[in-house]
């Protein structure tokens, strides 16, 4: 009798055969930027990574863009299909005369997911992105395998810096609003985004995209919020910085459960400041 030589098959469950390395941070040049429309508007997305492969999508701060996450894009797309959309008002989608509050933000999230087929997901979001991802996972449980928090805002009253509230301040906004195609007007609104590095010009150049009712009414929207309590009642984790100049120290605290991280010597934008530290943490919380 012949005997047949056996050959395992080292691709089929490599994952878990094998530990992965850790996750990449340098910024991603190989995802593709779609549009779609979502609530009769479109809405531009950058994609990266297998379309069979779990969906994880995250979701960018006030005045940002699918840019902030292209270090998170490198380190992920190989295990996920990343997918960060801009928001309405912001980056490249389109700019409607509609609701912007975080509410209706978090209402256009379940949109822009049914647009894409995504039933669930994991859910990364940032800033004023957190408290958009923190208020859909509240209303739509079912609909977040995880979450991640990243230097959330989760009440207004005492969350936003001295800083941020006077450059928003009526008479101060119109004016800055008027000047922001100097660049120097840019650089110096973005003075306080990092920490750890400079911010990147491309980032600074973002505040260019919003019109100025997206610009206000998030921000009404976000110094009137108190999303304080438990967290939803599936895995979240809550990333902090001890050197954010945006937000005061201490929101992720106002989380009364859910895993907490905080990353040291960084400013508001641990993704950009400290893009392997913040990969190897979130990375640590998908594979729990």
Not at 21 to 26: D, I, K, T, V, Y
Not at 117 to 130: A, E, I, N, Q, R
Not at 139 to 144: K, L, S, T
Not at 231 to 255: K, S, W
Request: proline share 8%; glycine share 10%; hydrophobic share 45%.
């Amino acid at each position: 009798m012949s005997h047949e030589r056996v050959v395992e098959d080292r691709v089929f469950g490599l994952e878990k055969a094998i530990p992965a390395p850790p996750p990449l941070s340098h910024v991603s040049t190989a995802f593709d930027l779609f549009s779609c429309s979502v609530e009769g508007a479109d809405a531009a997305y950058a994609n990266q990574g297998t379309v069979n492969h779990p969906p994880l999508v995250f979701l960018h701060g006030w005045g940002a863009s699918h840019k902030y996450w292209l270090h998170a894009f490198s380190g992920f797309a190989p295990r996920y299909r990343c997918v960060a959309p801009d928001l309405p008002g912001f980056g490249l989608s389109a700019k409607p005369a509609r609701d912007y509050s975080l509410e209706a933000l978090a209402r256009w999230t379940g949109a822009f997911l049914d647009r894409l087929g995504f039933p669930k997901v994991t859910l990364v979001g940032h800033s004023m992105g957190g408290a958009i991802a923190l208020l859909f996972a509240r209303a739509n449980p079912g609909r977040v395998a995880k979450l991640a928090l990243v230097n959330p805002l989760i009440r207004g009253a005492d969350g936003l810096s001295s800083r941020c509230r006077t450059l928003m301040t009526p008479g101060l906004r119109n004016v800055l609003f008027g000047l922001r195609h100097l660049a120097s007007v840019r650089r110096w609104i973005a003075g306080d985004f990092t920490n750890a590095v400079p911010m990147p010009q491309p980032l600074v150049d973002d505040i260019l995209a919003p019109t100025y009712g997206a610009m206000v009414g998030t921000y009404r929207s976000l110094a009137a919020a108190d999303l304080s309590g438990p967290a939803p009642e599936l895995p979240t984790l809550a990333i902090g910085t001890d050197r954010d100049e945006i937000l005061h120290t201490g929101q992720i605290d106002l989380l009364t459960t859910g895993q907490k991280f905080l990353i040291h010597e960084c400013g508001h934008i641990p993704m950009i400041e400290k893009p392997a530290e913040f990969n190897r943490a979130l990375d640590g919380f998908l594979r729990q």
